[in-house]
């Protein structure tokens, strides 16, 4: 059963269409890869499911209610979190409150200024334990290295999960693998299986096709903005097209 799919969605960029028409679904509780070449439509996908971008037509549904419009404040409503290809975090934050500010649901100044729960700041601790920052829990964002700054991120998108006291149902990654140092992306691949455990639903976009083939219950890959094919990871990756698109051969 499809928790979330598009009908002819619609999204052009100076006469371009990034994405033509498309019509996909995404499985409830199963981890669907989301693959392409470069311009095939991919990160402007996910922007247009999180309400980043506005659609030039068709229409989204989220637990069968569809959606014509998508505001970016309107998007955990509808239990939908995303990591970004380029991080972003609260620079100036302790890596903490990065975490606090999600937990907590408030702006910036109201998350730095009041007192914590106790609650929060026990959940806040069993994230970042789980991606391995808790050491790093009193520095500045800013200061973590590249890769450490991802793991926040994901850290900060793991804080939307109900075992982690929040409502969020499907969780987009980004490339979350890109500059990761091996046992960096160990804790990024554990940390989607468990989503998968909690029976959540996963969207990744990823190059690393041994990845893919690792994690992905379906594979979708677009094309020109259009669904070039749709199944399963090992049947879709045989495809002639899809080897011909993506793989270059």
Same mark, same amino acid.
């Not at 052009?12 to 509780?29: M, P, T």
């Not at 620079?91 to 100044?109: A, C, G, H, S």
């Not at 829990?137 to 804080?159: F, H, I, P, T």
């Given at each position: ?14 006469? %371009? ?6 019509? *996909? ?19 402007? /996908?996910?922007? /247009? ?10 229409? %989204? ?16 409503? @509808? ?66 290295? @590249? ?6 991120? *994901? ?72 669904? /070039? ?16 698109? @993506? /793989?270059?051969?």
């Amino acid at each position: 059963m499809s928790i979330l799919e598009t009908k002819k969605i619609v999204k052009s960029f100076g006469g %371009v269409h990034a994405v033509d028409g498309l019509s *996909v679904g995404f499985e409830k509780g199963k981890i669907t890869g989301l693959i392409g070449p470069n311009g095939s439509g991919k990160s402007t /996908l996910i922007n /247009l499911l999180t309400g980043v971008l506005p659609m030039d037509g068709g229409s %989204v549904s989220v637990s069968d209610v569809d959606i014509f419009k998508l505001e970016p404040h309107e998007v955990s409503d @509808y239990g939908i979190t995303r990591t970004f290809q380029e991080v972003r975090l609260f620079e100036q934050m302790k890596v903490i409150d990065n975490i606090l500010v999600v937990l907590t649901k408030r702006n910036v100044l109201s998350s730095l200024f009041e007192k914590h729960k106790q609650f929060h700041l026990e959940r806040a601790e069993e994230v970042l334990k789980k991606v391995g920052l808790w050491e790093k829990r009193n520095d500045l964002a800013k200061n973590l290295s @590249y890769g450490q700054r991802k793991l926040l991120e *994901v850290a900060r998108v793991l804080a939307m999960s109900n075992g982690f006291g929040s409502n969020s149902e499907i969780f987009f990654f980004d490339e979350p693998f890109a500059g990761l140092f091996p046992e960096m992306r160990k804790i990024v691949i554990q940390v989607i299986k468990d989503l998968k455990g909690e029976g959540k639903t996963v969207v990744l976009v990823e190059h690393n096709i041994d990845i893919i083939r690792e994690l992905c219950d379906n594979l979708i890959v677009l094309d020109s903005g259009q669904l /070039l094919a749709i199944g399963a990871p090992i049947e879709v990756l045989s495809k002639r097209e899809v080897m011909d698109a @993506y /793989l270059g051969e």
